[in-house]
């Protein structure tokens, strides 16, 4: 069986209601990054962190995961399908994925200060005063500003993938953005994205398209060449 490594981000969910970071009408359009997102944040308005992440679990209740997810769960009766997503949502679980790296932490877990200890914590709020261990409970979620510790993982699968598909990212963030690289020479990189990136090496296929439409066209040319 083919291994295909499958790098999402935030445009993955787009089509289930989740707003991606940097279109218009974004998150960071009406958040600023430091403000929210980030380990100094957290340091100095705790409160709002808080605010910020209980609200995207909150939203997480009301959505479902789109066509798209569906199609990458259904890929597994033919191929090894590896994700490795920047998403903080749990919508590839939902889905029914089976290998779901989260290079950017989960929504539906806590830690404490240090993540030596992590929690599923569901859909449930983190309150300011609520202790996990002997510190504030946090969201399990890598800010800017911390280390990517499931990286070398990613590295490790994306090296040695058969096929490399890429859907629902500007590639802007690193270190995720940089796993293309590792891609092997004769592994084909698939990217699925309305837009795409700036900066691409010349042998990625580009469907200018939606998560779903892209997947559909994808998965069927994938399952002839196979
Ligand atoms: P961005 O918001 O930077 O990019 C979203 C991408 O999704 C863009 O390239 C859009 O063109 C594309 N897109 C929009 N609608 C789509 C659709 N229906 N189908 C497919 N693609 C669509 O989000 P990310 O690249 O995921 O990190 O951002 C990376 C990281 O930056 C996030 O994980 C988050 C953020 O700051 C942290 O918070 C640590």
């Not at 083919?2 to 999402?8: D, E, M, Q, S």
Request: aromatic content about 6%.
């Amino acid at each position: 069986m083919k291994t295909i490594a499958v790098l999402t981000g935030a445009g993955m969910s787009a089509e289930s209601g989740i707003n991606t970071f940097r279109d218009s009408d974004g998150l960071w359009e009406n958040h600023r990054v430091e403000d929210v997102a980030t380990i100094d944040a957290w340091y100095r308005n705790p409160k709002l962190v808080l605010d910020f992440y209980n609200e995207r679990r909150r939203q997480l209740v009301g959505v479902e995961p789109n066509r798209g997810h569906l199609i990458l769960h259904e890929l597994e009766k033919n191929f090894d399908v590896q994700i490795i997503t920047q998403n903080v949502d749990n919508l590839h679980e939902r889905a029914g994925s089976s290998h779901v790296i989260h290079l950017h932490g989960e929504l539906t877990k806590a830690c404490n200060e240090h993540k030596t200890i992590v929690k599923d914590i569901a859909y449930n709020e983190i309150h300011i005063g609520q202790k996990l261990g002997d510190t504030q409970m946090r969201p399990f979620i890598v800010w800017f500003g911390e280390a990517v510790p499931e990286i070398e993982r990613a590295m490790k699968i994306v090296e040695t993938a058969d096929i490399v598909v890429i859907i629902g990212t500007s590639l802007q963030v690193y270190p995720a953005a940089g796993l293309i690289n590792y891609a092997p020479k004769h592994s084909p990189i698939y990217y699925i994205d309305p837009k795409g990136a700036d900066i691409l090496p010349s042998r990625v296929h580009l469907l200018k398209k939606g998560a779903s439409e892209g997947l559909e066209e994808l998965k069927n040319n994938l399952l002839a060449n196979r």
